[in-house]
Structure formats: C-alpha cells, structure tokens
C-alpha cells in the first residue's frame, strides 16, 4: 500500500508491504523490514535492524502524529504524486503533537538553539515527548510555560533563522 504523506512543506512517499513476519517498508530509495511486536492506545514496539524501538502515534482526520527516538513527526495525508517541496525550509514552528501538560521549558526567548536540542518536554498519554529544534537557530517565540496545558497542534515554540 503507497501512501503520500505531507511534513514540513515536503513531500513523500511511504510504501508499506506486509510480509510473512512483519512488513517491508520503502521510503525514498531506503527499505527495511519491520517486526512489530506490540500494538495498543497508540503505542507501537516494533524490530528494526534488530534495535526494539518504542514508538507513539496519534490520529486526527488526514493528520498522524508519530514520536520516536525523541522526537515527533506531524504527518498529513496528501494526494498526487509525492516529491520534494521546492521550498525546502522549515517554517520553525513546533506544534503540541497532542493535548498533553508541558512538564519543562529548557529555553528562552532568545536564547541561540542547535538542530536537536530539547526544547519543551510535554508530558501526554504517560510518556514524555521532547520537542527538539529542527535546525540551528535563535528562539524567536517562546508560546507556553512549565505546568501549562497544551491543545493539539497548539504552537510551542517558534525557532527562527540566525541572523548574520
């Protein structure tokens, strides 16, 4: 089954095949084989290149939010052809995957960030969701604060460009 997924402005193209045991999954030119070896609430545990992996998924209409690895991915189903957006930037904007509590702030406004860094953590469905920066660059708005409650896609915290 191909899928055509939107994030960020991008486009792509999932193909999930099912197999005897698990599934075969091809993302651009990269396919890998999927074990998985628990499903329930939004939780998946699934064998990938023999590493067990923890993953959350969350589902609103068109939109899919999957966190794993420490970081979340808002996904929409779009239709055509998939390929890269020629835009290519991300807009910065980091948005609550899902309704959850913000359990800490670790920047401020301001402040110079690095791609990958912890940001927020958001506490939501009893697991803890870190929201990293995308890209190196300076805090350009900080939205919510330690304690708060947060809606889906209710805007976090904005990360802007570095300028020179």
């Given amino acids: 089954m191909k899928s055509f997924f939107e994030n960020k402005g991008k486009n792509y193209a999932l193909e999930i095949t099912p197999l005897s045991e698990g599934y075969q999954v091809q993302f651009r030119e990269k396919i890998v084989e999927v074990q998985l070896e628990y499903v329930a609430d939004g939780q998946l545990t699934f064998i990938l290149d023999g590493r067990k992996i923890d993953a959350y998924v969350s589902a609103d209409g068109k939109r899919r939010w999957v966190s794993f690895g420490g970081q979340t991915w808002m996904l929409e189903k779009s239709s055509g052809a998939a390929r ?37 953590v958001l506490e939501a469905m009893k697991m803890e969701i870190r929201i990293q920066a995308p890209r190196d660059g300076v805090v350009a708005k900080l939205a919510v604060e330690e304690g708060q409650t947060v809606e889906r896609e209710e805007l976090l915290v904005e990360v802007g460009e570095i300028d020179e």
Avoid: D
């Fill in 84 to 120: 890269e957006s020629a835009s290519g930037a991300s807009s910065g904007r980091l948005l609550a995957p899902m309704p959850g509590q913000i359990r800490a702030v670790n920047v401020s406004e301001g402040e110079m960030v690095t791609k990958g860094q912890t940001l927020i």
